[in-house]
């Protein structure tokens, strides 16, 4: 079984519709990540989450909350999507025992297309 | 302008030909990791590299961490169709966070 899972895989939504996206993880990792990919841009960090209570902004958290209910879970709403938000976006996770590395673990992606 | 220049953004060749990507950046960090992403999933770690000059093997994969601790390259030989693939680099900024390159995308033909 995947370590790191995301549901839906694929998702179809309209503008000014609510979305999200889930997350979880079976690693035993503490630190949580989304992270959303676009051609040319590679990967850019959404939000990021050390512990249950701990949530911090990403370089392009703006349209996005999120919320970490369980040290396995973490989850992504889009309040009111819009087309520019169309992209794949991935969960990751990361041990803090080699927390100077930071190497990420990642889920399979959603593909997400707001019309 | 981004942390990480990874050239080629785009690779195309033969099977069994041999090929280097690079990353690159101005700044100095303490370690740097490469992904491979193969399509419809998410990257997978291949390496981290810590020492300037390192140098670490993965089968026909070879990565180098420069000197300064500024870039690193990434050198395949003999490829083969199932090293097709986005091949990223990746640091950790501090405040545990990593930012990635935008990727070498690479397709080896049969």
């Known amino acids: 079984d995947a370590d790191v899972t995301q549901t839906p895989r694929n998702r179809i939504t309209k503008t000014g519709k609510r979305i999200m996206l889930e997350c979880s993880q079976t690693?035993?990792?503490?630190?949580m990540y989304w992270y959303r990919q676009d051609p040319g841009l590679g990967l850019r960090l959404i939000y990021y989450s050390f512990d249950v209570k701990d949530i911090n902004k990403g370089e392009i958290s703006d349209g996005y909350s999120v919320s970490r209910q369980a040290q396995a879970k973490f989850s992504l709403s889009l309040e009111s999507a819009i087309p520019n938000q169309t992209a794949l976006y991935f969960c990751?996770?990361?041990?803090?025992?080699?927390?100077?590395?930071?190497?990420?673990?990642f889920g399979p992606g959603t593909r997400l297309t707001v019309l | 302008t981004q942390l990480l220049e990874q050239s080629p953004q785009f690779l195309s060749i033969q099977e069994g030909e041999n090929l280097t990507v690079y990353c690159n950046s101005s700044s100095v960090f303490s370690s740097l990791q490469w992904y491979r992403q193969e399509p419809g999933e998410g990257p997978v770690l291949l390496v981290t590299v810590v020492t300037g000059g390192e140098v670490k093997k993965l089968k026909r994969l070879t990565f180098q961490f420069g000197d300064a601790r500024k870039d690193s390259s990434l050198h395949i030989t003999a490829a083969q169709p199932g090293d097709t693939g986005l091949y990223l680099c990746?640091?950790?900024?501090?405040?545990?966070?990593?930012?990635f390159g935008a990727g070498t995308r690479l397709f080896v033909k049969a």
């Open positions: 990746a640091v950790n900024t501090g405040g545990f966070k990593t930012i």
């Open positions: 990751a996770t990361s041990d803090h025992d080699r927390g100077l590395y930071n190497e990420q673990f």
């Open positions: 690693k035993g990792h503490d630190r």
